[in-house]
T-cell receptor
Framework: GAGVSQSPSNKVTEKGKDVELRCDPI?????LYWYRQSLGQGLEFLIY????????KSGLPSDRFSAERTGGSVSTLTIQRTQQEDSAVYLC????????????FGPGTRLTVT | GNSVTQMEGPVTLSEEAFLTINCTYT??????LFWYVQYPGEGLQLLLK?????DKGSNKGFEATYRKETTSFHLEKGSVQVSDSAVYFC???????????????FGKGTKLSVIP
């Protein structure tokens, strides 16, 4: 079956612009996660959703970052007023439920802020 | 807090060589442990996992044993192939419910290159 998909695969934006990154989880997976992969910091947890709610937003690096999930499916990660340090690969993962410890990852969105 | 330390790469091996990538962890309670692999140009894939002490995870000829006494989960393969060239990440999820029990904590990754 279809895996986790993310779009766009690559995004180049100018500093100060807003960007939206999209994630389509595996059908039927109720839990969805966002991670960031950067050279300096490795893989970092950002936020997770159970259904449409996000019980823990503590991993978001600043208030410029926000995320939402609608219909228990698609999620959007929004970065406002992008900065160069936001350049990274943003990874989305999903799991059947949050207690399930098998997370399936999408291919990621490579964000470059110039 | 939780943390994962894995050997720094890059690691370069000849085909059919023996592979070991060391991984140690610090965690509250008894976490579940994972190895993820990232092939060039692809996303992270779960390679194997172990959920309790002395469990051995295995897949595609790779193995790792959950060692509570040494807080380790070393990845091994007896004979590597060129197609195993990838970045390997050790990771854990805390066993405690509540905050943090759903988020993977990753090591920095080890890049493996296998040459013919």
């Amino acid at each position: 079956g279809a895996g986790v998909s993310q779009s766009p695969s690559n995004k180049v934006t100018e500093k100060g612009k807003d960007v939206e990154l999209r994630c389509d989880p595996i059908s039927g997976h109720t839990a969805l996660y966002w991670y960031r992969q950067s050279l300096g910091q490795g893989l970092e947890f950002l936020i997770y959703f159970q259904g449409n709610s996000a019980p823990d937003k503590s991993g978001l690096p600043s208030d410029r970052f926000s995320a939402e999930r609608t219909g228990g499916s698609v999620s959007t990660l929004t970065i406002q007023r992008t900065q160069q340090e936001d350049s990274a690969v943003y990874l989305c993962a999903s799991s059947l439920q949050w207690e399930s410890n098998e997370q399936y990852f999408g291919p990621g969105t490579r964000l470059t802020v110039t | 807090g939780n943390s994962v330390t894995q050997m720094e790469g890059p690691v370069t091996l000849s085909e059919e060589a023996f592979l070991t990538i060391n991984c140690t962890y610090t965690a509250t309670g008894y976490p579940s442990l994972f190895w993820y692999v990232q092939y060039p140009g692809e996303g992270l894939q779960l390679l194997l996992k172990a959920t309790k002490a002395d469990d051995k995870g295995s897949n595609k000829g790779f193995e790792a044993t959950y060692r509570k006494e040494t807080t380790s989960f070393h990845l091994e393969k007896g004979s590597v192939q060129v197609s195993d060239s990838a970045v390997y990440f050790c990771a854990l999820i805390s066993s405690y419910s509540g905050a943090g029990s759903y988020q993977l904590t990753f090591g920095k990754g080890t890049k493996l290159s296998v040459i013919p």
